[in-house]
């Protein structure tokens, strides 16, 4: 993801390198002949995976340079990587400070209390 927020911002509205990140998972493959590490007749478990996906804007130009940024950077010789066009919802860019809807405006247990760390933030 640092090396792909080189090529664009990952931007939405007010906020930069905007990404979902699923829990890890197992990944399931068998390497076929001409694979890198040869051909192998069991089915591999690679716990620990994740998927990553996040929104570019409408630009070829950007699309391609993100794609081979991750072949560059990604472990994998042929990393999965799905491009679909989407619409998608954005904010109306208006003063929400007083609705209670909205999640800066309540005092659920994410927010830090004074003097608390940010435990349930991740950071790269």
Do not use: C
């Not at 905007?18 to 068998?30: D, F, K, T």
């Not at 950077?73 to 860019?93: D, F, M, N």
């Not at 609705?99 to 790269?124: F, H, L, Y």
């Amino acid at each position: 993801m640092g090396e792909v927020v080189k090529v664009t911002p990952l931007a939405m509205g007010s906020y930069d390198s905007n990404a979902w990140q699923s829990e890890p998972g197992i990944e399931r493959y068998r390497p076929l002949e001409g694979a890198a590490a040869g051909p192998e007749t069991e089915v591999r478990k690679r716990p620990g995976t994740v998927e990553v996906s996040f929104e570019l804007p409408d630009d070829r130009q950007i699309v391609e340079q993100v794609v081979e940024t991750i072949f560059q950077a990604h472990s994998y010789p042929k990393p999965v990587i799905r491009i679909r066009t989407v619409l998608t919802s954005r904010s109306k860019g208006l003063d929400d400070s007083a609705n209670p809807n909205r999640w800066w405006n309540t005092t659920g247990d994410w927010k830090k209390k004074a003097g608390q760390s940010g435990t349930d933030i991740v950071r790269e």
